[in-house]
């Protein structure tokens, strides 16, 4: 008997982070009434993510029927929390041990490695561990073997992309006071590397005047009901109210009906949203506290949101063209063989405004356009390809929306395809060990190009 409630407790993602939570709490000896109230609202957190999936699910299975019967292709729309809803079912336990010992490695190789970042964007940790949970059962890993390697690799990622960005983050800021730990790094790494490639001599977005009218693109449960009723209504007029009335919507106009659909898309994100921020509050501030004892001096490694300040001209000009770059490779990808990725709002806004800022610090105008178009191709190509690595999760109608996801997926997913589980798990460690000497020694020579390009501009 008791072994069965063992069982049952170990194999239930939401009981399990919230023991996890539990622990945290007393360690930090808060009182009984914090330690209460933050193990059942980390457990609610998790209940409300999966309530979340049940919404978002609906919307997307009409969306899906009403694309295929327009323009007889299926069109997939990436979002985050969608796919890692989805996903809970089957890898809840598995995403929940590699999000939570993959910190602990992330403040091991922040105390015995020269990169002291603590990756504190929670949602976007676990919404690796739930790649990584998932590429690897592809592969045949399962039980410790799985929880060890993933977390090794969440760890190593969680240091070593803030590191790698960092050069650029700085030339942003002026300082080293926090790191960019957001899951976009590949995007905004090749934004600025292509504005610093077409920028030269080029003004800064600042210079520049936005009408402060579209600020209410910032909020999400806007940005995203707005997205997906221009979508469903301009899908609904190709695909016709015959199909709709008939087939979907029970006889309700098919108009009314997109609109209600598209709104039960944003509510379900948005409740998505409210169960991760309520699962994460709890977890993040624990290992932030528990960081801060171990890795003294180390720098936080923040939402990308966190640049937006610096550059808030670049931040529109960015979210405008990486969103006009996924509306090009909508067309062009179906010309390839791939699955059309419907372009979103919101992964083009967070991270196509980002690119924008960190084009516009190494190209000015010219790097803030070109260098966001590059990260919008990117975010609508690699989604793409990683969908057949997902495995069944790549026909759920959604996918991963960030760079960083795709590639890893995609390194991750070949690697499958060539090694066994036993002899990867060496590679991955091997791999990662390699990783911090490139990743270091290519630091140090983009800082010693920045003094250089600082004392030139001085002179």
Same mark, same amino acid.
């Not at 509510?267 to 409210?274: D, K, M, P, Q, T």
């Given at each position: ?61 009409? &969306? ?118 957001? &899951? ?13 490639? @077409? ?56 108009? @009314? ?62 979210? &405008?063209?990486?969103?006009? +770059? ?57 989604? +793409?390809?990683?969908?057949? @690595? ?70």
């Amino acid at each position: 008997m008791v072994d069965l409630i063992m069982r049952d407790i170990l194999g239930t993602p939401a009981i399990l982070v919230g023991l996890f939570a539990l622990i945290g709490l007393l360690l930090q000896k808060k009182d009984i009434a914090n330690v209460i109230s933050g193990t059942l609202k980390t457990i609610m957190g998790f209940v409300i993510l999966g309530a979340g999936a049940g919404v978002l699910v609906a919307s997307l299975n009409n &969306f899906s029927s009403m694309f295929d019967h327009a323009f007889e292709i299926q069109g997939i729309i990436p979002n985050n929390e969608a796919i890692v809803a989805l996903a809970q079912d089957a890898f809840g336990a598995e995403t929940a041990m590699i999000m939570l010992f993959g910190m602990v490695v992330n403040i091991i190789l922040a105390r015995i490695t020269p990169f002291r970042y603590i990756f504190l964007t929670g949602h976007h940790t676990m919404f690796m561990a739930c790649l990584i949970a998932v590429i690897l059962s592809t592969g045949g890993f399962t039980g410790a073997t799985m929880i060890i390697t993933g977390s090794i690799i969440l760890g190593a990622l969680m240091v070593l992309l803030p590191a790698l960005l960092q050069p650029y983050t700085r030339k942003i800021t002026g300082s080293d006071d926090f790191a960019i730990g957001h &899951f976009g790094t590949f995007g905004y790494l090749i934004a600025a590397v292509v504005g610093k490639a @077409v920028g030269k001599n080029s003004k800064s977005t600042e210079e520049i005047k936005v009408p402060k009218s579209l600020n209410f693109l910032r909020d999400t449960s806007v940005s995203v009901s707005l997205t997906m009723a221009l979508l469903f209504f301009v899908v609904a007029l190709f695909t016709g109210p015959s199909f709709i009335e008939s087939e979907l919507s029970g006889g309700t106009n098919f108009l @009314v009906f997109s609109f209600m659909q598209a709104l039960t898309f944003a509510a379900g994100v948005y409740i998505i949203l409210a169960g991760v921020r309520m699962l994460l509050s709890e977890i993040v501030p624990a290992f932030k506290g528990i960081a801060d004892k171990i890795v003294p001096n180390a720098t936080p490694a923040l939402d990308c949101p966190a640049v937006f300040p610096f550059a808030n001209n670049a931040v529109i000009i960015g979210f &405008f063209f990486s969103f006009v +770059a996924g509306l090009i490779s909508m067309f062009l990808l179906p010309l390839m063989g791939l699955k059309v990725i419907v372009p979103g709002l919101v992964p083009h806004f967070f991270t196509g405004a980002a690119a924008g800022v960190f084009g516009n610090a190494t190209g000015g105008r010219k790097g803030a356009v070109f260098g966001s178009m590059a990260n919008g191709l990117m975010i609508s190509f690699l989604p +793409a390809l990683l969908l057949p @690595v997902l495995g069944s999760l790549g026909f759920q109608g959604t996918t991963f929306g960030d760079s960083d996801f795709a590639v890893v997926g995609l390194i991750l997913g070949g690697l499958m395809e060539v090694l066994s589980s036993n002899i990867l798990f060496l590679v991955i460690v091997a791999i990662v060990l390699a990783a911090i000497f490139v990743v270091a020694s290519m630091i140090k020579r983009a800082s010693g190009q920045n003094d250089q390009e600082g004392k030139q501009e001085a002179m």
